[in-house]
C-alpha cells in the first residue's frame, strides 16, 4: 500500500514571497503518478500539477513548480511570486499505473498555506 | 460545461438516523469516485463506478454504507445507520473514459455532521 505525508499542518508566506510545501511518499510501485490539489475555502478541489514517475524533468506551470527526488521519494511543490489567491488546503496524491487499484488517489493529509498582505 | 454538482453541501444528522449524499457527474463522464475525508486525516478513496458499474469499492468501510448509481449518471451515497465517525467531508468527482486523476473534476464536497 503506498502513503503519501506532509510533514507541514500549517505554512504561511508573506505576499510575493517564495514558499515551499513538503511531501514524501511510499510505495514499491515503479509507475507512478504524483499530484498537487489546491482547494481555496469552500470551493473545489483542482489541480495544480502533475508529475510522471519516469520523467526526470521536474514539472512546472507558470508560478508553480515541482522538485521530484525519486530516490528520496520526495515531491516538494514551490510557489513562487505567492498570490492572496493561493491560500488554500494544498494536497499531495499518488497513483498508481496498472493493476488492482489503478486511478485512486493516496492523498496526505495536507497543508494549509495562507498568503498573508 | 456544468461542473460537479454536490448536494447537500451540509448535513448535520443524528447518531443512528439515514443520510443520503449525493453527487452529479459532468455529462458524459463515464468514471465518477467518492471520497472522504475524515476530520485531522488523509482524503481516503472509498469507490469508483464505470457508469452504473462498481468498478472498485475497496474503500468502503462497511456495509453501512451503499453506493448507487441509477443508469451511469448520478450517484447516491447512503449511510444508514449514520456514526459519530463517519463524520467528515465527502467528495465526489468524475472523469470521461480512459482518463486518470489529471481529468478529475471534483465536487464542493458534502460536510457530514453526525451528533
Known amino acids: 500500500a503506498q502513503t503519501v505525508t506532509q510533514s507541514q499542518p500549517e505554512m504561511s508566506v508573506q505576499e510575493a514571497e517564495t514558499v515551499t510545501l513538503s511531501c514524501t511518499y511510499d510505495?514499491?510501485?515503479?509507475?507512478?503518478?504524483l499530484f498537487w490539489y489546491k482547494q481555496p475555502p469552500s470551493r473545489q478541489m483542482i489541480l495544480v500539477i502533475r508529475?510522471?514517475?519516469?520523467?526526470?524533468q521536474n514539472a512546472t506551470e507558470n508560478r508553480f513548480s515541482v522538485n521530484f527526488q525519486k530516490a528520496a521519494k520526495s515531491f516538494s511543490l514551490k510557489i513562487s511570486d505567492s498570490q492572496l489567491g493561493d491560500t488554500a488546503m494544498y494536497f499531495c496524491?499518488?497513483?498508481?499505473?496498472?493493476?488492482?487499484?489503478?486511478?485512486?488517489?493516496?492523498f496526505g493529509k495536507g497543508t494549509k498555506l495562507s498568503v498573508i498582505p | 460545461e456544468a461542473g460537479v454538482t454536490q448536494f447537500p453541501s451540509h448535513s448535520v444528522i443524528e447518531k443512528g438516523q439515514t443520510v443520503t449524499l449525493r453527487c452529479d457527474p459532468i455529462?458524459?463522464?463515464?468514471?465518477l469516485y467518492w471520497y472522504r475525508r475524515v476530520m485531522g486525516k488523509e482524503i481516503k478513496f472509498l469507490l469508483h463506478?464505470?457508469?452504473?458499474?462498481?468498478?472498485?469499492e475497496s474503500g468502503m468501510p462497511n456495509n453501512r454504507f451503499l453506493a448507487e448509481r441509477t443508469g451511469g449518471t448520478y450517484s447516491t451515497l447512503k449511510v444508514q445507520p449514520a456514526e459519530l465517525e463517519d463524520s467528515g467531508v465527502y467528495f465526489c468527482?468524475?472523469?470521461?473514459?480512459?482518463?486518470?486523476?489529471?481529468?478529475?473534476?471534483f465536487g464542493s464536497g458534502t460536510r457530514l455532521t453526525v451528533v
Open positions: 468527482a468524475s472523469s470521461q473514459p480512459f482518463t486518470g486523476p489529471e481529468g478529475y473534476t
Open positions: 510505495t514499491s510501485e515503479s509507475n507512478y503518478y
Open positions: 508529475q510522471e514517475a519516469y520523467k526526470q
Open positions: 496524491a499518488f497513483m498508481k499505473l496498472g493493476g488492482a487499484g489503478s486511478y485512486q488517489l493516496t
Open positions: 455529462s458524459g463522464h463515464d468514471n
Open positions: 463506478f464505470v457508469k452504473e458499474s462498481k468498478q472498485d
